[in-house]
């Protein structure tokens, strides 16, 4: 380089590139303390044995619900494509198949439920959902099958969790009572 009449190499320096490193998401985030929760023992039971886990599932059932996803098969698909997510999951080789999902998610039982009441209350405890607003409302549910008969106790019910109900819309309904409360802002 040519200053003031004086000859001047360039000196090229190299410099040195910071890596990127890839920050988490706050789902991947959420997913880790999920991940944190002290569960319930994980006891098998009799035929088929899971594949998944049911701490596997229970997050991906967080996943549902944070990106607000209405079918099995977009859950699939979003944990196929988004590897990190998965991972974060606890899916490490391959992920399932919304038929699976299907499948595990109708299948919850007592212990699945407790931990999703745990995870709840933890979300609500670290400030991750907020509780300023809250919308609540039920609804009844039907259930299918024989109804128990008062008049006729040798009448065997199909259903013997589900109990008698009233509804200004329905009337009588033999079945349960679905109750939901969901913050109104964005989480």
């Known amino acids: ?9 360039i000196q090229h320096t190299r410099e040195v590139a910071t890596p990127i490193v890839a920050q988490k ?3 991947e985030n959420l997913l880790e303390e999920v991940s944190k929760i002290a569960l319930p023992e994980f006891v098998a039971k009799r035929g ?3 594949v998944y886990t ?3 599932i229970i997050a991906a059932f967080v996943v549902v619900i944070y990106r607000g996803l209405d079918s ?3 859950l699939a698909r979003v944990l196929e494509n988004e590897r990190n997510l998965a991972l974060a999951c606890g899916f490490k080789e391959k992920t399932p198949c ?9 299948t919850l039982d007592e212990d699945i439920l407790h931990m999703a009441r745990a995870i709840a209350l933890k979300l609500i405890n670290s400030s991750v959902v907020p509780t ?9 549910l039907e259930a299918k099958g024989i109804p128990a008969q008062k008049n006729n106790p040798g009448v065997i019910p199909t259903d013997s969790d589900a109990s008698w109900g009233y509804s200004d819309t329905k009337g009588f309904i033999y079945g349960y009572k679905l109750h ?6 964005k989480v």
């Not at 919304?98 to 109708?106: E, I, M, V």
């Open 25 to 27: 998401s706050h789902l």
């Open 48 to 50: 088929r044995p899971y």
């Open 180 to 185: 939901l409360a969901s913050t109104v802002g």
């Open 1 to 9: 380089m040519l200053r003031f009449g004086v000859y001047e190499p």
């Open 54 to 56: 049911p701490p596997q």
């Open 132 to 140: 300023d607003k809250i919308a609540v409302d039920s609804t009844i």
């Open 72 to 74: 099995f098969s977009s």
């Open 98 to 106: 919304w038929r699976t999902f299907l499948r595990r998610f109708s």
